[in-house]
């Protein structure tokens, strides 16, 4: 089959753009609000195959990356698909008009197409090009495929921590400290970002002149997650619910954000550095005074 382009971009988007259409038809006519989760992760599997396959190189780093990918678009699917049949609907489309769902539907199409760049790129027919393309060992697809699986493996176990944790009757109303979220307060984001700046890492070995613009990829995802729909929200949500708690203005106090690490070394670091290598900024506390110094007031 002969490719679109020698970069696979036309390729990656007249699917991307195909698929998402058919799945807001679906959700519009059908009302089947759950398949937006099961489509997360099965957007970025379908990219990384047909991109793979139309190119027909197969080297092994094209592999490689189509198959983590793979692995990551699964488990994500499987997992969300799941908790979403366990808790019985989706709350964000219950009411939504043709429009926000084609909003929806349109944004996720640009977050597919940025975020699998690297992939797109990787699996590409320009890849023989490069000095590198069709080798693989060098250390940095050594270094990108550790940090990818370490991101898999975080968000792994902090989501199965979390749901089992919510599963149990005793621990309603209250917030989840089990396991590696006792080290983060956000371990799954942390594991997420780190699966994309995994393949960007891998894909750098192949990367010249324009390819390098798939750095997109990890940036994007960890603009989203740390700033926008991610953890803003969700420690918004938290401090709303709990800020009247001691319990949990220590846990908060104590706990990396994103970065996992020992309570016992993270409230020992200045709080500086806290906002810095740790990400803890100050636009995720939601109350107006420092935690565990006085009675919070949310704002």
Known sequence: MQ??????LAVAGISIAILQFLY??????????????????????????????????????QVLVTLLVCVW??????????????????ERHTTASAAQLAGFWTFQAVWVFSVSLPVTFINSPAVHLTTHGTSLG??????GTLVFVTGLLLETFSDMQKFYFK?????KDTWCTFGL?????HPNY???????????????????????ASVISPIFTSIILMFLSGVPLLEKKSD???????????????????????????????????????CDFPLYDFTEVDPLLADPVFV
Not at 27 to 55: C, E, P, Q, W
Not at 74 to 83: E, K
Not at 181 to 185: L, T
Not at 240 to 257: F, N, P
Request: with cysteine.
């Open 73 to 90: 678009g699964l488990r994500l699917s499987g997992y969300l698909m799941f908790r979403m049949v366990q808790i019985g609907k989706d």
């Open 24 to 61: 807001f038809l679906v959700t519009y006519t059908m009302h089947i609000r759950k398949l937006s989760d099961f489509a997360a992760g099965t957007n970025f599997l379908f990219v990384a195959v047909i991109t793979m396959f139309v190119g027909q190189t197969f080297y092994w780093r």
């Open 240 to 278: 709303e619910r709990y800020a009247d708690l001691d319990a949990y203005l220590a846990y908060k106090h104590d706990t990396s954000v994103l970065v996992p690490l020992p309570p016992c070394i993270y409230r020992r670091i200045p709080r500086r550095v806290q906002q810095t290598l740790c």
């Open 190 to 212: 942390f594991g997420e970002i780190l699966v994309w700046w995994g393949i960007f890492v891998i894909g750098s070995s192949t990367f010249e002149f324009h390819q390098w």
């Open 181 to 185: 979220w006792h080290w983060s307060r």
């Open 167 to 171: 599963e149990n009757p005793s621990n």
């Open 138 to 143: 060098t250390p940095n697809d050594i270094i």
């Open 3 to 8: 490719p679109l382009d020698e970069d696979n």
